[in-house]
């Protein structure tokens, strides 16, 4: 298998739980184990949009118990003979081998993955991915002369693997006390996306747009809105390091 | 039962709850961090070959630019 395969440096490794669960879009050719019309492949297709069962194969280092998985979207592209070309837009963890087994059976003749390539990881895109072998040059090429230019054009900054995680972006005074672990509250907040949702992972924001901590929301956007104090979320882990910015309380005095 | 959208082809809206302004003089603008924190804090969107493991390559990534730690955003296997 080729494709996206987004690769976390250093302390941007803390983000890849975010990466683990973000969409994936795969192009795939399944091959089929018997002739079948375009049309019944098709229709079999458009039974798997949306939710399949998959039970993890013998292989995964995951425990093998059955769950549920999103397929976003199934598109058929294109058959010739037996094999048949589709792209598929799905959740993390979705099983593309054990998609192509399943339509196999459903369609009666049976059928396998024959080649599948990942188009997408979360935000990043087949497009700009880069070669190790590129990028191996041009990190030599940096060591030699020391031109940011060439680092970025393999390295993008970790904030590049949260695009896709809803955002809360919070006060300059805020920032120091969530790198110590504390909660972010509604006083700290400035602004934050539509469509959070209570329990979901957001991503707290510096003004500058740097990655301060991974934490779960406490209540929807809309409540968060309305909330005059309070908590608003429960970091789950720290991006920043400490004192990038100054702590904002004094150790013995009491908040006002 | 309305089919649930990939996350990439939602729109965002961004609520306003207050205004403030950020001081210069503490963190950076994560694109212009000096060279060896825009490497210590950055992802690579590689294009990985047929044949190796992502773990493998994730294994190469980390020796090639001399890091201490490396991961990857989900396993590409045969």
Redesign the interface.
Request: aromatic content about 10%.
């Given at each position: 298998m080729t494709g996206v395969l987004p690769v976390t440096l250093g302390e941007a490794t803390k983000v890849v739980q975010a990466l683990l669960y973000s969409g994936k879009e795969y192009v795939c050719v399944m091959k089929l184990h018997a002739d079948a019309s375009e049309e019944q492949v098709k229709r079999v297709m458009s039974e798997f949009e949306d939710l399949v069962y998959q039970r993890p194969p013998l292989r995964a280092s995951v425990k093998r118990q059955l769950r549920t998985r999103r397929i976003y979207y199934l598109d058929f592209l294109e058959i010739e003979g037996r094999n048949v070309l589709f792209k598929v837009g799905c959740e993390g963890g979705t099983y593309i081998r054990k998609l192509c087994y399943d339509v196999g059976e459903v369609l009666g003749c049976g059928a396998h993955m024959q080649e599948l390539r990942r188009t997408r990881a979360g935000p990043f895109v087949e497009g700009d991915a880069v070669t190790l072998h590129d990028a191996s040059y041009w990190f030599m090429e940096w060591e030699k002369n020391n031109d940011m230019k060439l680092l970025r054009r393999f390295v993008r900054p970790m904030e590049d693997a949260l695009a896709l995680i809803h955002k809360i972006y919070i006060r300059d005074s805020a920032v120091g006390a969530v790198c110590y672990g504390a909660c972010l509250t509604a006083p700290g907040v400035l602004s934050l996306e539509s469509d959070i949702v209570k329990g979901s992972l957001v991503a707290i924001m510096s003004l500058k747009g740097e990655a301060v901590a991974l934490a779960r929301a406490v209540a929807d956007s809309e409540e968060i809105m309305r909330l005059e104090h309070g908590v608003v979320a429960n970091v789950e882990r720290v991006l920043m390091p400490r004192d990038t910015y100054p702590k904002c309380w004094k150790s013995g005095e009491r908040k006002k | 039962m309305p089919?649930?959208?990939?996350?990439?082809?939602?729109e965002?809206?961004?609520?306003?709850?207050?205004?403030?302004?950020?001081?210069p003089k503490?963190?950076?603008?994560?694109?212009e961090?000096p060279?060896e924190d825009?490497?210590?804090?950055?992802?690579?969107?590689?294009?990985?070959?047929?044949g190796p493991t992502?773990h493998e390559?994730?294994a190469?990534?980390k020796r090639?630019?001399k890091?201490?730690?490396?991961?990857?955003?989900?396993t590409?296997?045969?």
């Open positions: - | 089919r649930t959208v990939a996350p990439w082809k939602t965002r809206k961004l609520l306003m709850r207050a205004e403030d302004r950020t001081n503490y963190g950076r603008v994560p694109s961090r060279a825009y490497m210590q804090y950055g992802v690579i969107n590689l294009d990985k070959p047929a992502s390559v994730a190469w990534v090639i630019f890091l201490q730690a490396v991961g990857h955003g989900g590409l296997e045969a």
